[in-house]
Nanobody, 124 residues
Framework: QVQIVESGGGSVQAGGSLRLSCLGSEYTYNRVFMAWFRQAPGKEREGVAGIITSSSTTFYADSVKGRFTVSYDKDQRTLYLQMNSLRPEDTAMYYC?????????????????WGQGTQVTVSS
């Protein structure tokens, strides 16, 4: 079964850190383009960070540059998002996405495989 599953969300105070993980099944090996998105209540889903797994090229939203780091472990088939210096505005459901087609990394329509999401809550 082709699927990806997120984990690692939780509740932290502002300034804290969390690391999200996204594990892909063995059938996801060809999903070269992967990304993290987030969606807060009443807001549109937005791209947070993306990566081309074959080259480790990374992309970030301006709002998280310098605070978040995206990485991919090929052997573990796992995408990570290290989140430091968290802010209340980072509170959202975080989703992992993957696809084999190239496209603008932050456009949700460019991904055909999604995880179920993991909640991140940052309190002030």
């Amino acid at each position: 079964q082709v699927q990806i599953v997120e984990s690692g969300g939780g509740s932290v105070q502002a300034g804290g850190s969390l690391r999200l993980s996204c594990l892909g099944s063995e059938y996801t090996y060809n999903r070269v383009f992967m990304a993290w998105f987030r969606q807060a209540p009443g807001k549109e889903r937005e791209g947070v960070a993306g990566i081309i797994t074959s080259s480790s090229t990374t992309f970030y939203a301006d709002s998280v540059k310098g605070r978040f780091t995206v990485s991919y472990d090929k052997d573990q088939r796992t995408l990570y998002l290290q989140m430091n210096s968290l802010r209340p505005e980072d509170t959202a459901m975080y989703y992992c996405a993957a696809d084999w087609r190239a496209g603008y990394w932050a456009k949700p329509q460019n991904y055909n495989l999604w995880g179920q999401g993991t909640q991140v809550t940052v309190s002030s």
